[in-house]
């Protein structure tokens, strides 16, 4: 800005590292028209996203500032997507990230850790939210391994059917792929290997799945 290259000439840009924080904002744009919407602002760092199967509306993971120690207070938040007030999903205390809407749109799944526990080392669930509001159901309660994304910066990734989640654990020296189920069943491996599976893709219809092994 000019007035930053104005205290640049004037030797008067002394800073601290608190005063030159890198926000994450949402921004939204359309394609045909190439208009671009700027939909977060202020305390809100964002970290990750997901948009609605119909365009309309996207969840987010924002912590109050981009300090490393404010992502345990990281809470997910619903916008529309051509812009408006956020409204809050999931507020409470601990880490709620990496949302991914259902197919049809109706549910939010989310990995965070059980309420009031803001400690690193704790474990880490799988849950679900109705994207109208609700209490979130921990679909991973039983499961005692950390719960982790398909992939950096991504969450959990549901089935077409919408009744299924993939996401990866680590499992003593192994990182595998498991599965868990919206009705609460218990969680299950996709399959039985040893070594590194990471980053599954599916299908259209979920006929076939792909990933990476490092044996």
């Known amino acids: 800005t000019d007035a930053r290259r104005k205290q640049e000439k004037d030797r008067d840009d002394a800073w601290t590292p608190d005063s030159k924080l890198a926000w994450n904002r949402l921004w939204t744009i359309a394609i045909d028209t190439k208009q671009a919407t700027q939909l977060t602002r202020g305390a809100s760092h964002v970290t990750s996203f997901s948009i609605a199967p119909d365009g309309r509306r996207i969840a987010y993971a924002a912590q109050p500032t981009p300090r490393l120690g ?8 619903l916008v529309p997507a051509a812009g408006g007030t956020p409204s809050p999903l999931v507020q409470r205390q601990g880490e709620d990230a990496l949302p991914s809407f259902s197919p049809d749109g109706r549910w939010v799944a ?3 850790r059980k309420e009031r526990n803001l400690e690193r080392w704790s474990n880490q669930y799988l849950f679900v939210i109705s994207s109208a509001g609700g209490r979130p159901t921990n679909l991973t309660e039983s499961f005692d391994e950390q719960v982790e ?4 910066g991504a969450g959990a990734l549901w089935m077409p059917e919408g009744e299924t989640l993939l996401f990866t ?23 039985k290997s040893t ?21």
Not at 149 to 152: H, L, S
């Open 169 to 191: 654990a680590v499992s003593r020296t192994d990182q595998r792929l498991f599965r868990a189920f919206v009705d609460g069943r218990p969680v299950e491996p996709v399959m």
């Open 70 to 77: 404010d992502a345990e207070r990281s809470d997910l938040w």
């Open 110 to 112: 989310f990995i965070g």
């Open 195 to 215: 070594g590194v599976d990471a980053g599954p893709s599916l299908g259209r219809q979920g006929e076939v799945l792909a990933w990476t092994h490092e044996e």
């Open 149 to 152: 994304g398909v992939r950096a």
